[in-house]
């Protein structure tokens, strides 16, 4: 599903607000950002650790696809909420964060339970997908088999 470009716009500018609510502060303790996406009405939320809303936004596209294959759309948002966060890096507005380390930004349903890591950081170590460690354990069970035999 694409999207226009004031509305990836507007994904970008709710995100760098919620950014901008942790840069430049005294050492927070603040660990996740939670991202809630809602279907029917195409809304974004923002929040931190403390359920306070930092950030809103609402993506019409989403919510004229509401009806489409919900795994699929909502893999499409996932990659639109990364493009933005991976911009943002770039820019170096996410290394500007008073956060703890390591932080993540994940998408979380209307139960606040994760849905997918959007974004993890650890010091050096940037993950923008858990993509990455899809099949970690089957190796390292594959590794731990070889070394044991």
Same mark, same amino acid.
């Given at each position: @599903?694409?999207?226009?470009? /004031?509305? /990836? ?10 950014? $901008? ?5 005294? $050492? ?7 991202? /809630? ?6 809304? @974004? ?9 930092l950030?809103? +936004?609402? +993506? $019409?596209?989403w ?12 893999s499409d ?7 933005e ?11 500007e964060m ?7 930004f994940?998408? +979380? ?11 993890? +950081?650890?010091?050096e170590?940037? @993950?923008f997908?858990?993509?990455l460690?899809? $099949?970690?354990d ?5 590794? @731990?088999n /070889?070394l044991?035999?």
């Amino acid at each position: @599903m694409d999207i226009n470009s /004031q509305s /990836q716009s507007e994904i970008r500018n709710a995100l760098k607000k919620a950014i $901008g609510e942790y840069s430049n502060r005294d $050492g927070e303790s603040i660990t996740d950002f939670y991202v /809630q996406v809602t279907l029917d009405s195409g809304d @974004m939320n923002v929040s931190d650790d403390d359920d306070n809303c930092l950030a809103s +936004v609402t +993506v $019409g596209e989403w919510a004229d696809h509401k009806d489409e294959d919900e795994e699929s759309l909502m893999s499409d948002i996932m990659s639109h909420i990364r493009t933005e966060l991976k911009r943002l890096d770039d820019e170096g507005l996410l290394a500007e964060m008073s956060v703890m380390r390591p932080f993540s930004f994940v998408l +979380v349903d209307e139960d606040k339970e994760v849905i997918e890591d959007l974004y993890i +950081v650890d010091d050096e170590n940037v @993950m923008f997908s858990s993509e990455l460690m899809k $099949g970690l354990d089957d190796d390292l069970n594959e590794f @731990m088999n /070889q070394l044991f035999n």
